[in-house]
């Protein structure tokens, strides 16, 4: 009798199962040490950001975590799906060097997005998103340098080194734990797992893991990025969301056909057409072409409307929040000069940009079309090829000179190919300075450099004929490299200097430095200033899931006899794309135009303005905006609506109960007729002059 038999189990049964109970155990082992290590990323996330907690209680970041913890076990079950395939394969579950080798490499991409995402979500308060692919598509050696140059890259490459090395050490510890044959064993043949226990448990532990992708149990599609959408602090629903799916889903808009991510129609084309209309014409609007056009009118200015100018010059300031400019209610004087510019101007103190990238705010500034879904890229897409109807086509039809001053390189974000087809033609840029005060090693020229040479150019080349021009600032952007010896004191907050706001200071000095030159010269009194944010940057404060601080921006206004006419401020809500009605209406005169705005300064009585905005990322989230009130549409999700207040205490509060239905429509048909228009290349005009009988 075997000594087998003697024990009373044959000894092949007992190593049978050894390979499936160490192959699960390993399974297990490795996905709780994913979860652990995801749980300390978003924890890591939360104490960079802290600034953003606010007020807000324990117990509501304690249910991010677990919101958090269901959309990481999606992560892992992608983790370990290979070592869930090997469970058919006996060969396979022995062979663990190349699971490990797979385990470190996936953890080792996951923990690399999660250190670069404590700095993105600081500078854009959203999980990682499509941003990521459009900075991979522009001059990789400026984006090379701003990275290198704004952020703490060789520290975390060093960390991301050594905590790989810890993977991998941690992932050959958990196989030989999990292994732990008996001495006896070591010299028994291989063992063999009976093909039905292998396939039994494979499919146990496939239904678990699908259950866990999934997210839950209920009826209805899986874990979507709403479902981490359950408190009323911003920051923690977007810190239970997972910036590993949260980038792959901005892969699969990016990369997968165009026209998926673009905003899908809700109602027939002429209910929408007709819902556009009625919310943007005015009594001074006559619709042409209304058969092939949705928008398309001639828009004659009320007379008593209009100023004694002749010339336009829009001044973009980059990040030039709303929330940190003193006339806007911020504390701390970080714009003294923009504020002062205020007391003789008009401000509008509710205006919004329509999106939170600069390019958004160019094309929506100049050529008065919107951010829609699926072309937050618009000056790069080939639909960026259409002419529109902005100051470009609109003032180049009335014989206007034009240029544009840019610290930068016009190639970045096409700048250069979308304003020249939208016909503009004298351009100073990066490579047109000589000998500046100061030389960016990412981005180009100061804000100095540029608004000296601004007012150099207009002094001496321009004034014969009415112009337009466009100045652009640049250095309140990552990385905020300043010239040494700064004419302004830096911006501190909490006993450490804030950069951002410091870069903010600085622009706002060299802007009032610009009009102490302009105002000196003939062309001044007889030119409308257009000084307006590009967009704005997080504050403090998440205002809902829009996070409204990020498009808030000042719009000043400033000409001869504008306070005695409008007043010194507008809390009329408006955004980008109404600030080309409203500077053809102080010029005067007819004007064709296809706009997706309206004069701000010629509403109907009782109308307090509207605007429709969209984030950066490439997702379909929109919102509609009034004076008080802000209807969020995220995508697959009921909409959300709110009541909130900006200023130096900003506030939101979510309005249960059925949403706003008139707001909803005329979301749903504003975007629906604007991106028809856009496809069918019929958004625009030829020269913005109306026929002559």
């Excluded at 959203?126 to 701003?146: G, H, I, K, P, W």
């Excluded at 058969?291 to 010339?311: F, K």
């Excluded at 321009?462 to 830096?490: C, I, M, R």
Aim: proline share 6%.
């Amino acid at each position: 009798m075997t000594p087998s038999a003697v024990q009373g189990t044959p000894s092949n049964a007992t190593h049978s199962f050894q390979p499936l109970r160490s192959q699960l155990l390993f399974t297990l082992f490795s996905a709780l040490a994913l979860l652990v290590m995801y749980t300390l990323l978003r924890a890591g996330l939360l104490a960079y950001n802290r600034d953003l907690i606010g007020d807000t209680p324990a117990a509501v970041f304690a249910e991010a975590f677990f919101n958090g913890l269901r959309f990481d076990l999606r992560v892992v079950v992608y983790a370990c799906a290979p070592l869930l395939f090997a469970l058919l394969s006996t060969r396979a579950m022995l062979a663990r060097v190349w699971q490990r080798i797979w385990l470190t490499f996936f953890a080792s991409v996951t923990l690399f997005l999660g250190l670069a995402e404590l700095d993105f979500y600081k500078e854009f308060h959203q999980r990682l998103n499509s941003l990521v692919f459009q900075y991979l598509q522009e001059d990789q050696a400026t984006v090379m340098s701003m990275l290198w140059n704004g952020f703490p890259v060789a520290r975390y490459l060093v960390a991301w080194f050594v905590i790989t090395g810890l993977l991998w050490w941690m992932f050959s510890r958990l196989d030989r734990a999990s292994r732990a044959e008996p001495a006896r064993c070591a010299a028994s043949p291989r063992p063999k797992v009976a093909w039905y226990w292998r396939f039994s448990v494979f499919f146990l532990c496939l239904l678990i893991a699908v259950i866990a992708a999934r997210g839950h149990l209920r009826q209805g599609p899986p874990l979507r990025w709403g479902d981490a959408y359950t408190t009323e602090s911003m920051f923690a629903n977007q810190l239970g969301l997972n910036g590993t799916l949260t980038l792959f889903t901005a892969a699969q808009a990016t990369f997968g056909p165009h026209r998926d991510n673009t905003w899908q129609s809700t109602m027939e084309d002429a209910q929408a057409r007709q819902i556009t209309r009625d919310m943007l014409l005015t009594p001074d609007d006559e619709l042409v072409d209304a058969d092939s056009a949705a928008m398309r009118r001639v828009y004659t200015p009320p007379a008593d409307g209009t100023l004694p100018i002749r010339n336009v010059v829009v001044i973009l300031m980059e990040s030039f929040a709303g929330h940190s400019v003193g006339a806007l209610g911020a504390p701390g004087n970080i714009t003294p000069y923009f504020d002062k510019l205020s007391q003789e101007g008009l401000l509008f103190d509710r205006f919004f940009s329509n999106g939170t990238h600069t390019h958004q705010g160019m094309f929506a500034t100049m050529a008065c079309f919107p951010n829609l879904p699926g072309f937050e890229y618009l000056m790069r897409t080939p639909e960026g090829a259409h002419k529109f109807s902005g100051l470009p086509q609109l003032l180049g039809g009335r014989g206007f000179d034009n240029l544009y001053v840019y610290n930068g390189n016009f190639q970045w974000d096409n700048q250069s190919g979308f304003f020249s087809n939208q016909g503009m033609t004298n351009f100073i840029g990066r490579e047109d300075f000589v000998d500046p005060v100061f030389m960016d090693p990412t981005w180009g020229v100061s804000d100095q450099d540029m608004f000296d040479r601004g007012a150099l150019e207009l002094k001496t080349n321009y004034g014969d004929k009415p112009f337009y021009a466009l100045l652009q600032t640049l250095s309140n952007h990552t990385p905020y490299a300043l010239p040494k010896d700064l004419p302004v004191e830096p911006v501190l907050i909490n006993g450490k200097e804030d950069l951002h706001r410091t870069a903010m200071r600085y622009s706002d000095w060299a802007l009032g430095q610009f009009f102490e030159k302009a105002r000196q010269e003939p062309y001044f009194n007889e030119t409308l200033f257009v000084v307006v944010g590009d967009h704005g940057f997080g504050g403090f404060d998440q205002v809902t899931e829009m996070d409204l601080q990020r498009f808030n921006v000042p719009l000043l206004l400033i000409a001869p006899g504008i306070q005695e006419k409008f007043g010194k401020v507008s809390h009329t809500v408006g955004t980008q794309v109404d600030i080309v009605p409203t500077i053809m209406g102080r010029l005067g005169g007819e004007v064709r135009h296809q706009c997706w705005g309206r004069d701000l300064l010629n509403l109907p009585e009782g109308d307090g303005g509207i605007g429709v905005i969209k984030p950066s990322g490439g997702d379909q989230t929109v919102a509609i905006v009034t004076a008080d009130h802000v209807l969020v549409q995220p995508k697959d999700f009921e909409p959300r609506f709110y009541r909130y207040s900006l200023g130096a205490k900003p506030t939101a509060e979510r309005i249960e109960g059925p949403v706003d239905e008139l707001l909803k429509q005329r979301l749903e048909g504003f975007l629906q007729t604007a991106t028809k228009s856009l496809l069918d290349n019929t958004a625009g005009v030829v020269d913005g002059m109306p026929d002559k009988p």
